[in-house]
């Protein structure tokens, strides 16, 4: 059974559309985040959210959307893709905020090409 | 955003050797930990160090927080193709509320 589990793994599409990508967890979490990961396997804050609410927006541009429903769902929306898009996007989450050595869990990652 | 700097950035090496992989900083960290990510997915984590001078066993992993809490090294013992991997560092950002990571140190180990 799956704890964080995001759709699609893989995701190929042109310049300029739009792409969504969802993410769920099971393990009752309130924080849950949205990482990107370069072609260098740099992996970099984007957005951490608790308790549906935003706490950190990290300088991502706003064709960047991330959406919370409920504390169980945490989808990334992006607007107008470009080629620097192209990363892997991992959703994770964690049962407080990440700092003080709380665990975090990541899905699995989804792997978006944009050509 | 405080930087974590790992060292070596890759490293091959053959079964049965041993390695270590650093981890240092000009930040001070309340804590520290150790992910490993294998290809095609996502980051899993190893440890957490809160100490300065801990040291904590896992198998044939040992992890250390050096004693000003700024570093931390990873030795591995008689290494494994399975422990073949991203080792990545992470510690709390400024604001607490998630993880900054290292650039990680990609191991390959050959049998």
């Known amino acids: 059974d799956t704890a964080v589990s995001q759709t699609p793994k893989y995701l190929v599409t042109q310049m300029g559309n739009d792409k969504s990508i969802k993410c769920e967890q099971n393990l009752g979490h309130d924080t849950m985040y949205w990482y990107k990961q370069d072609s260098k396997k740099f992996l970099k804050i984007m957005f951490s959210?608790?308790?549906?609410?935003?706490?950190i927006n990290e300088t991502v541009p706003n064709r960047f959307s991330p959406k919370s429903p409920d504390k169980a769902h945490l989808n990334l929306h992006i607007n107008s893709l470009e080629l620097g898009d192209s990363a892997v996007y991992f959703c994770?989450?964690?049962?407080?905020?990440?700092?003080?050595?709380?665990?975090?869990?990541f899905g699995e990652g989804s792997w978006l090409t944009v050509v | 955003t405080q930087l974590l700097e790992q060292s070596p950035q890759f490293l091959s090496i053959q079964e049965g050797e041993n390695l270590t992989v650093y981890c240092n900083s000009s930040s001070v960290f309340s804590s520290l930990q150790w992910y490993r990510q294998e290809p095609g997915e996502g980051p899993v984590l190893l440890v957490t160090?809160?100490?300065?001078?801990e040291v904590k066993k896992l198998k044939r992993l040992t992890f250390q927080f050096g004693d000003a809490r700024k570093d931390s090294s990873l030795h591995i013992t008689a290494a494994q193709p399975g422990d073949t991997g991203l080792y990545l560092c992470?510690?709390?950002?400024?604001?607490?509320?998630?993880?900054?990571f290292g650039k990680g140190t990609s191991l390959l180990v050959t049998p």
């Open positions: 994770a989450s964690s049962q407080v905020s990440g700092g003080g050595g709380n665990t975090i869990y």
């Open positions: 959210y608790n308790n549906k609410e935003l706490i």
């Open positions: 160090v809160v100490t300065g001078g």
């Open positions: 992470a510690a709390p950002s400024n604001s607490g509320y998630a993880l900054n």
